[in-house]
């Protein structure tokens, strides 16, 4: 999950939530098809804190940011009611698209429970086609990036 092989280490972003009465199975552990929100949510703050809201990709920048691949790695359980910690960075942001990464632990132990990731593609909103990251945008999220290349 780290970045490219030279690049620097990206800022991380760092937010918490807890596991909640939906997220459980009947063993009563976080189930794998939960882990996605909070991949998302994670993005969604990440976003937040640099002052875009989520729709404000479609209105203020004119792209989506359709999912590409997802991918998990799952390292401890996570139960009701634990308070995990998000840990979100850009591991690689190239010319049309990002590879969002995120380390989740339990808050109080610093356990790591999953890791994971996903790549987002730039479209154009209204086409779907693929499409430079906006220069603005890039700016905005480049501290919380740790490779940019051109792929």
């Given at each position: 999950m780290s970045g490219d092989r030279n690049a620097p280490p990206a800022k991380r972003f760092v937010t918490t939530?807890?596991?909640r009465w939906s997220?459980?199975?009947y063993a009563r552990i976080m189930r794998y098809s939960a882990y996605?929100?909070?991949l998302e949510l994670a993005e969604a703050e990440?976003?937040?804190s640099l002052g875009v809201q989520y729709h404000e990709l479609f209105t203020r920048f004119g792209i989506s940011l359709p999912r590409r691949t997802m991918h998990f790695d799952f390292h401890g359980p996570a139960r009701l009611d634990d308070q995990?910690?998000?840990a979100a960075w850009f591991g690689h942001m190239g010319a049309t698209s990002l590879r969002f990464d995120l380390e989740i632990r339990q808050a109080a132990s610093r356990e790591?429970?999953?890791t994971g990731q996903m790549v987002l593609v730039c479209t154009a909103v209204e086409v779907l086609e693929k499409r430079p990251i906006p220069e603005e945008l890039r700016?905005?999220?480049a501290p919380y990036t740790a490779g940019q290349g051109r792929g």
């Open positions: 939530e807890y596991v997220d459980i199975d996605p929100r909070f990440l976003f937040r995990l910690e998000l790591l429970v999953a700016a905005l999220i």
